[in-house]
C-alpha cells in the first residue's frame, strides 16, 4: 500500500497553497490529489479578486496576511500572477450600507488597513462612466485589486512539486478512513493510502469525505457566473474592481475588455443593475462566460479547524473569499498540521461554531 505524511485533498488554491506551506516547513512526504485538473474547481472559475474590505475582521486579517504573499508570489515560486494593485471601489446607494461600511472602515483602519469612506465626486474620477445620481457614498481601498487564480494554483503547485510533494490529478479521493478516533488514510480510485494526517480542502466536496468520519461540514454550492466583453466602452485601465453593493454587480478591466458579474447565476437577471449602474456595457459585446460555485457556509465565513478524529483538517465554506484567502489559509493549515505556532488565531472558524450557537455573519458577500 502507497503511503504519505500527509494527504492533501483538493487542487484548488487552497490545497495547493497547503501543500506548498507544508513542504515550505520541510514536510515533504506529502501527497495532494485532485480528482480533475488543478484549479479545475471553484477556482479556476473565480473573478480573482483580493480585497481587505470585510465587514468581519478575521477575514480583513487573513486577506492582509495573504496579500503579503502575493505581493511577492513570483519570487516565492517562479510564476506571475498578473496582480493588478488597483483597488477595490464599492458603491453605496443606501444609508444602512453607508453606515455599516463606515464602521467596517473604522475597523479596518484600526488594523492598519488604509480604506477610506470617498464621496460621490470622487467615484467619478475613478470611473467617470459610472451612473451615481443614486448614490450615498463609497468605499476605497488602495492595497487591493485582482490576479489571476490559475497562476496562483499552478504557481503553488510548481513550487510545491520542486520541494518534493507529489502532485495528483485525475485522482479522485472517495473516503477518508479512521480507527480508533485516528485517521489512517484514504481511498481513491487509483488504491488506498495509508497516511495518519489528511487535509480536507475540496470545496462542496468536503461535506460528503467529512461525513464518513461522523463530521458535519455545513458547505453547499451555489451557482455564480462571470462575463468577459471584448471591449473596455472608455473604462480606464487604472479603474478599481468596483463594486455596487446594492445589487452585487461588479466589474474590472481585463486584457483590452471587462470581467463582470455579481450575485445572480443568470445574465438576464444581472442585466438590467449591471446596465443601471455602468450605462456603457448595453453597447459591449460579450465574447464569452463561465460559471461556477462559491462554497458557502450558513454563515457565509469559512470553515476551518482540526477533529472530530486526531489527524483530520479541513477548509472549506469560503463563501467566495477562498482565493483571496488561501496563502493565509494554506500557512495556517501546514502550521496546525506540523504543530507550529499559529500565525493567527482562527479557531472562530472552526466548524463547531455551528453546534455552539456561535455563528459569525460575514455580511459583505459579492
Not at 468581519?56 to 486577506?63: F, G, I, K, M, P
Amino acid at each position: 500500500m502507497r503511503t504519505a505524511e500527509v494527504v492533501v485533498i483538493g487542487g484548488g488554491c487552497v490545497g495547493t497553497s497547503t501543500a506548498y506551506h507544508l513542504a515550505a516547513a520541510g514536510c515533504t512526504d506529502v501527497v495532494l490529489l485532485e480528482a480533475d485538473a488543478l484549479g479545475s474547481g471553484s477556482t479556476g472559475k473565480a473573478a480573482g479578486g483580493i480585497r481587505l474590505q470585510h465587514a468581519d475582521a478575521l477575514n480583513s486579517l487573513l486577506v492582509r496576511r495573504s496579500l503579503a504573499e502575493f505581493l511577492r508570489f513570483e519570487e516565492l515560486t517562479g510564476v506571475p500572477i498578473g496582480f493588478k494593485q488597483v483597488g477595490y471601489l464599492f458603491l453605496l446607494s443606501s444609508a444602512a450600507d453607508l453606515d455599516a461600511f463606515r464602521r467596517a472602515v473604522g475597523v479596518q483602519q484600526g488594523l492598519g488597513i488604509p480604506s477610506e469612506l470617498v464621496d460621490v465626486a470622487a467615484v467619478r474620477e475613478f470611473v467617470p462612466q459610472l451612473a451615481t445620481d443614486d448614490l450615498v457614498g463609497a468605499t476605497f481601498c488602495p492595497s487591493e485589486g485582482y490576479a489571476t487564480p490559475e497562476a496562483v494554483v499552478q504557481g503553488y503547485a510548481t513550487a510545491a512539486r520542486r520541494l518534493g510533494v507529489r502532485v495528483e490529478t485525475g485522482r479522485a479521493v472517495t473516503a477518508v478512513r479512521a480507527e480508533d478516533g485516528r485517521i489512517t488514510g484514504v481511498d481513491t480510485d487509483g488504491g488506498p493510502i495509508a497516511a495518519p494526517t489528511v487535509v480536507c480542502a475540496a470545496g462542496v466536496h468536503s461535506a460528503g469525505l467529512a461525513r464518513g468520519i461522523g463530521m458535519e461540514l455545513p458547505v453547499h454550492g451555489e451557482a455564480r457566473a462571470i462575463h468577459y466583453t471584448g471591449r473596455d466602452g472608455g473604462v480606464p485601465g487604472s479603474a478599481p474592481l468596483t463594486v455596487d453593493f446594492a445589487s452585487g454587480f461588479y466589474f474590472h478591466r481585463e486584457g483590452p475588455g471587462m470581467v463582470f458579474g455579481g450575485r445572480q447565476r443568470e445574465l438576464e437577471d444581472l442585466g438590467e443593475p449591471a446596465v443601471r449602474r455602468l450605462p456603457v456595457l448595453a453597447g459591449l459585446p460579450i465574447e464569452s462566460s463561465w460559471w461556477g460555485y462559491y462554497d458557502m457556509s450558513p454563515d457565509s465565513n469559512a470553515m476551518i479547524g482540526s477533529g472530530p478524529v486526531d489527524g483530520f483538517h479541513y477548509a472549506t465554506g469560503f463563501s467566495g473569499h477562498g482565493f483571496q484567502q488561501s496563502p493565509a489559509v494554506g500557512e495556517h493549515l501546514a502550521q496546525r498540521v506540523l504543530g507550529l505556532p499559529v500565525s493567527l488565531d482562527l479557531s472562530p472558524f472552526s466548524a463547531g461554531r455551528f453546534r455552539a450557537g456561535a455563528v459569525r455573519p460575514e455580511k459583505f458577500v459579492i
